[in-house]
Antibody
Framework: EVQLLESGGALVQPGGSLRLSCAAS????????LTWVRQAPGKGLKWVSA????????YYADSVKGRFTISRDNSENTLFLQMNSLRAEDTAVYYC???????????WGHGTLVTVSS | QSALTQPASVSGSPGQSITISCTGT?????????VSWYQQHPGKAPKLMIY???DRPSGVSDRFSGSKSGNTASLTISGLQAEDEADYYC????????????FGGGTELTVL
């Protein structure tokens, strides 16, 4: 069974940093691209970042480019999102998701809540 | 880049059929067959219901179907059931700039 389990969400002050993790199991991790998608309270889904199966190529939404870094450890079956210079508008539930062709997302984690507030 | 356009809400009675539209551009919905639909119940993670415009993952009811015409994709749910009440999001691959995935704003489905 495919499972994705996010962790690392917390309350952080504006300007602070946070590192999210997503532990995967039930599939060959190194064969799949992965993404982060966020959802602000009461709002819709927003794509944040993506990384190819090897980790060689990464992509970012304009709103997080230069502040967030996506990475993966294929030996530990774990996806990461390093978030720096956090802003109030980054407050959201962050989901990791497995990508198939065309960056469609076939499995999602349960999400982890990031709250940016003083 | 703007999100894909979906109606904010739709409703239907049990047993009826409803259709949710998702309008984009030739750079996303109209240009690729990588249109997917996600169902999200309150407090839960999204679930893939349709991919590649009209394919269903294993385990998804055949009451759910997808289609596309030009720059507009559609999700149809037939034989509405109470458990279908949820938010639905469309998504498309995009070739614009560096962005790879666009989502629609979401549609709240109410089963009357």
């Amino acid at each position: 069974e495919v499972q994705l389990l996010e962790s690392g969400g917390a309350l952080v002050q504006p300007g602070g940093s946070l590192r999210l993790s997503c532990a995967a199991s039930g599939f060959t991790f190194s064969r799949f691209a992965l993404t982060w998608v966020r959802q602000a309270p009461g709002k819709g889904l927003k794509w944040v970042s993506a990384i190819t199966d090897s980790g060689a190529t990464t992509y970012y939404a304009d709103s997080v480019k230069g502040r967030f870094t996506i990475s993966r450890d294929n030996s530990e079956n774990t996806l990461f999102l390093q978030m720096n210079s956090l802003r109030a508008e980054d407050t959201a539930v962050y989901y990791c998701a497995r990508a198939i062709a065309g960056w469609q997302l076939d499995y999602w984690g349960h999400g982890t809540l990031v709250t940016v507030s003083s | 880049q703007s999100a894909l356009t979906q109606p904010a809400s739709v409703s239907g009675s049990p047993g009826q059929s409803i259709t949710i539209s998702c309008t984009g551009t030739s750079s996303d919905v109209g240009g690729y067959n990588y249109v997917s639909w996600y169902q999200q119940h309150p407090g839960k993670a999204p679930k893939l219901m349709i991919y590649d415009v009209n394919d269903r993952p294993s385990g998804v009811s055949d009451r759910f179907s997808g289609s596309k015409s030009g720059n507009t994709a559609s999700l149809t749910i037939s034989g509405l059931q109470a458990e279908d009440e949820a938010d639905y999001y469309c998504s498309s691959y995009t070739s614009t700039n560096n962005l790879k995935v666009l989502f629609g704003g979401g549609t709240e489905l109410t089963v009357l």
